[in-house]
């Protein structure tokens, strides 16, 4: 069996409270992989711990058998984070700001200068390419960002929201982009409050309520879970986390013996 994409073990964070409460879960290679949760579950917590932003209290976190926690530099070299709100250089170009970031990378500036360009291309910036981002959309600078946390070719992409905000173009831009990441055999883990959108796209759903994993499986076994033989996501997410109270430990998952 090979080795997972992402393995989180028994992982903890508290601040004034616990945000995350011995949260355990896995994600297969090559997978498009939906997180979803009410505001305050514990999503983004858990997804900036993968990511190397926050420290957890207590717990174990691979990315393709790499130890996040003690190898974070070769965890990090393989992961992509994209939060919620663009976080771009207002003074660069986007060209600029793509180079920048490959040179964080230490990629060679002849591959760097090809991959930006088709990033921007790609995206749909390229008529935008040499103009400071200072005046840009939400939606572009949402591509911009994106554009730079692929330009190292990351295995494993983790995006919290990424479609927030975003026009019905510059999204369908986005999700065409995660789409064809996914089809070269990258891993995607993405939140999203948009259900529609994670029910188009994710082989498979978790769901954290109260900082851990309550449910997970394809929309079909969730479904399955929910006794909700052709409900949408809407309807099974709410079902399920409807169930959920603070006092409940054991997590459910859905297609487990």
Not at 111 to 126: G, I, P
Not at 149 to 156: D, K, M, N, T, V
Request: a negative charge; charged letters at 25%; glycine letters at 8%.
């Amino acid at each position: 069996m090979g080795t997972n994409a992402l393995e989180i073990t028994d992982l903890h964070k508290r601040f004034d409270r616990p945000a995350v409460c011995g949260l355990t879960m896995a994600v297969r290679p090559g997978e498009f992989y939906a997180l979803l949760g009410p505001n305050g579950a514990g999503k983004t917590t858990s997804l900036k711990m993968v990511a190397g932003l926050l420290r957890p209290d207590s717990g174990a976190i691979s990315v393709f058998g790499h130890d996040a926690l003690r190898d974070p530099v070769s965890a990090k070299r393989i992961t992509a984070w994209v939060p919620d709100e663009p976080m771009i250089y207002d003074r660069l170009t986007p060209l600029e700001y793509l180079e920048f970031v490959a040179g964080l990378w230490a990629i060679d500036a002849r591959l760097a200068h090809e991959e930006a360009h088709r990033l921007l291309d790609w995206l749909k910036l390229a008529p935008h390419a040499h103009e400071r981002c200072e005046g840009f959309s939400r939606g572009m600078r949402q591509k911009v960002a994106l554009a730079g946390a692929l330009i190292h070719q990351p295995r494993l992409i983790i995006l919290d929201e990424p479609l927030t905000g975003l026009d019905a173009a510059s999204a369908r831009q986005v999700k065409e982009v995660l789409k064809e990441r996914v089809a070269t055999g990258a891993t995607v883990i993405m939140t999203t409050h948009i259900l529609e959108v994670a029910e188009r796209m994710a082989e498979r759903i978790g769901v954290i309520a109260h900082g851990r994993l309550v449910a997970e499986g394809t929309l079909g076994e969730l479904r399955t879970r929910a006794g909700k033989g052709q409900g949408t996501l809407e309807e099974v997410f709410l079902d399920i986390v409807s169930e959920e109270t603070p006092q409940e430990t054991a997590a459910s998952k859905v297609g487990a013996a």
